[in-house]
């Protein structure tokens, strides 16, 4: 085989397409990767899951320290306050240690990382246009060139006043005041981090609701903390105008009721989801079937022409929002990866995709919300925990949230875990099994908890569904 022609190029090094790459390497084929960053690991290591998390953990420690006094933690003589400095200095640690991380993998799998921008150019050619220039052949490509932030029209992101997320994990100082514009998972993080910080944070929503995709239940209870941690939740809110000046920003904001409000802050952050990343990759040219950018893909990732596929932010399954999640690219590329070496692979079941969001309070989820299972003409029964009543949230003193199960009352079967308060982002692993091995509430009853552990709260969620908890 010529130095240039491999078994399947992946374009995009994120978590759909290294993961793709590294399983590909693993079953035997050639592989190469091209990426047009300089590090491997795209938006989850360099832009989002890691680097915002990090800063969530320097959120947390900053509680902690604010709390000293209650934890008998004795800090002589000094408020506690961040240095930006030094908490970007560590979470460019973590990020670089992991991208670094990857190119071992690589190189321990013999995967080639080709470094430039690639575009498609005919049945099994991709042109790299930039950087290490040349034309690769492959048997396969698979396309996982993932999303970018995007704004509505009439809001110009200038990068400065007006940011998206990939400004807001660099921001040098501490802004005074940050409204942020949509409250999924990536709003009401940086809320979480900029209110622990020390800025005046609003959040505005278009949808009724914060963390619209949730469970009702957790949203109520989600709004109810910000509130009392001081974070202004507009609701039912539609920015119509934002203006970006020397000194901040000045935004035009019209509430439900049709009434207006002027609403000023030093940064205003657009988190309404993100587009996908398509211009000038030559899909379109190379009768690849889109729908508004995305690339269309079956449940085999494989796109409308032969020898091509796509996982991850950049596909469309055209059955509603494809979730832009890494754990969900992950899976995609290793699903690709096995059917290009020939396994037999299985469609991804995407009703057991946990959600994880790592605000303050923690929120994890999986499955049906209680109004989807009532859709789907399921006939419900509800039970949750508050965390509040149990021993190990007390020590920790984390006792906000709750545990609430959504079940079949035919067949007992669980159909969906909405958790919000401590750990849940751990603890929903539980219940990502559980909707996997199609779990009923008694078999979650009958599994031992260990005491005293946050997970008592999914058995006793579990308890309350068939009517009683134990400790409530
Ligand atoms: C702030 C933020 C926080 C997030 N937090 C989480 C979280 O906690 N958990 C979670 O599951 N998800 C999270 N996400 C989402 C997650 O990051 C994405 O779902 C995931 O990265 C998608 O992976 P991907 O491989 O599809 O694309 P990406 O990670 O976007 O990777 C695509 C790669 O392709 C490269 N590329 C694009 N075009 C070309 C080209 N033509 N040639 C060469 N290279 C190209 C890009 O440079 C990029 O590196 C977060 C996202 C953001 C923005």
Request: hydrophobic share 40%.
């Amino acid at each position: 085989m010529p130095s240039n022609s491999y078994d399947v190029v992946v374009i995009g090094a994120g978590t759909g397409g290294y993961v793709a790459a590294i399983r590909a390497a693993q079953l035997g084929l050639t592989v190469a990767v091209v990426e047009k960053q300089k590090a491997l690991g795209g938006t989850c290591l360099i832009w989002g899951c890691i680097p915002t998390k990090a800063l969530l953990e320097h959120a947390h420690a900053l509680k902690v320290v604010q709390n000293a006094q209650e934890w008998g933690v004795v800090i002589p003589d000094s408020t506690p306050a961040i240095n930006m400095t030094q908490v970007h200095t560590r979470k460019d640690k973590v990020v670089s240690g992991l991208t670094k991380g990857i190119e071992f993998l690589f190189k321990k799998n013999k995967i080639a990382w080709i470094k430039g921008t690639a575009q498609l150019a005919g049945p099994g050619t991709i042109n790299i246009v930039d950087g290490d220039k040349q034309t690769l052949q492959a048997r396969e490509i698979v396309v996982a060139t993932g999303s970018a932030p995007r704004s509505v029209p009439g809001i110009e992101i200038d990068h400065k006043r007006i940011i998206t997320s990939d400004e807001a994990i660099h921001l040098p100082q501490v802004p005074k005041s940050l409204i942020i514009m949509g409250s999924g998972a990536v709003g009401v993080e940086f809320a979480s981090i900029y209110r622990r910080f020390g800025s005046e944070v609003t959040v505005i929503e278009l949808l009724p609701r914060l963390v619209p995709a949730e469970d009702e239940a957790i949203s109520t209870e989600l709004e109810k903390s910000f509130r009392k941690q001081g974070i202004k939740c507009l609701t039912g809110t539609k920015v119509t105008k934002a203006v970006a000046g020397a000194n901040g920003v000045e935004l035009e904001a019209q509430g439900s009721d049709g009434k207006t409000q002027t609403l000023s802050a030093e940064l205003l952050l657009v988190a309404i989801g993100r587009g996908p990343a398509t211009a000038g990759l030559g899909a379109e040219a190379a009768g690849v079937a889109m729908e508004r950018g995305y690339i269309k893909v079956d449940e085999f990732y494989r796109a409308s022409v032969p020898h091509i596929s796509a996982v991850g932010d950049v596909i469309t399954m055209g059955k509603g929002a494809h979730p832009q999640l890494a754990h969900v690219s992950s899976m995609e590329g290793i699903l690709v990866a096995e059917r290009l070496a020939g396994q037999h692979v299985r469609p991804l079941n995407y009703d057991h995709v946990p959600a994880c969001t790592y605000c303050d309070p923690e929120i994890g989820s999986v499955g049906l919300t209680e109004a989807e299972a009532k859709e789907r003409g399921f006939d419900v029964r509800v039970g949750s925990f508050p965390f509040g009543v149990l021993g190990r949230a007390r020590m920790a003193g984390e006792t906000e949230g709750f545990v609430k199960i959504v079940a079949d009352r035919k067949y007992d079967e669980v159909l969906g875990v909405h958790m919000i308060g401590p750990r849940s982002t751990e603890l929903v692993a539980e219940a990502v099994l559980a909707l996997r091995l199609e779990c009923t509430v008694e078999e979650l009853i009958k599994t031992i908890h260990a005491h005293p552990t946050f997970s008592e709260a999914v058995a006793e969620a579990a308890h309350a569904t068939h009517g009683a908890a134990i400790h409530m």
